[in-house]
């Protein structure tokens, strides 16, 4: 092994037949680990803040489906009793053919109540 005067270098020296590797390794720049937290925590704050803002509008957007789900309920009910309740045009017309036969017959007996009297 060479020596080196540097107190954080290292130098290695591998000899075989098939390898021969020489390294000057910086043990410093080998650990030397760089972070700036006050940039890593402003991201993660960003990030919990876009997650609040989405979570807000997922529950908005179940909020607003479930209103939607309601109404839609509503509307199938009415349409439901509009169907059962539903008077076509001939029907309709037999309708107010009945009621102008009850009309005459209902005159015809105030007509005898008159007589009567």
Same mark, same amino acid.
């Given at each position: 092994?060479?020596?080196?005067?540097?107190?954080?270098?290292?130098?290695?020296?591998?000899?075989?037949?098939?390898?021969?590797?020489?390294?000057?390794?910086?043990?410093?720049?080998?650990?030397?680990?760089?972070?700036?937290? &006050?940039? %890593?925590? *402003?991201? +993660?704050?960003?990030?919990? =803040?876009?997650?609040? $803002? @989405?979570?807000?509008? #997922? &529950?908005? %957007?179940? *909020?607003? +489906?479930?209103?939607?789900? =309601?109404?839609?309920? $509503? @509307?199938?009910?009415? #349409?439901?009793? %509009?169907?059962?309740?539903?008077?076509?045009?001939?029907?309709?017309?037999?309708? @107010?053919?009945?009621?102008?036969?009850?009309?005459?017959?209902?005159?015809?007996?105030?007509?005898?109540?008159?007589?009567?009297?």
């Amino acid at each position: 092994m060479k020596k080196n005067n540097s107190p954080h270098r290292i130098s290695t020296e591998i000899n075989s037949e098939k390898i021969k590797i020489m390294n000057d390794i910086d043990l410093n720049a080998l650990f030397n680990l760089n972070y700036n937290f &006050d940039l %890593l925590k *402003g991201i +993660i704050e960003q990030l919990l =803040k876009n997650q609040n $803002a @989405l979570q807000n509008q #997922v &529950d908005e %957007l179940f *909020g607003s +489906i479930g209103d939607r789900d =309601k109404r839609i309920e $509503a @509307l199938e009910k009415e #349409v439901k009793y %509009l169907k059962e309740t539903y008077v076509n045009k001939s029907q309709l017309k037999e309708v @107010l053919e009945d009621l102008k036969e009850i009309k005459e017959h209902l005159k015809k007996h105030d007509i005898q109540i008159e007589d009567s009297m």
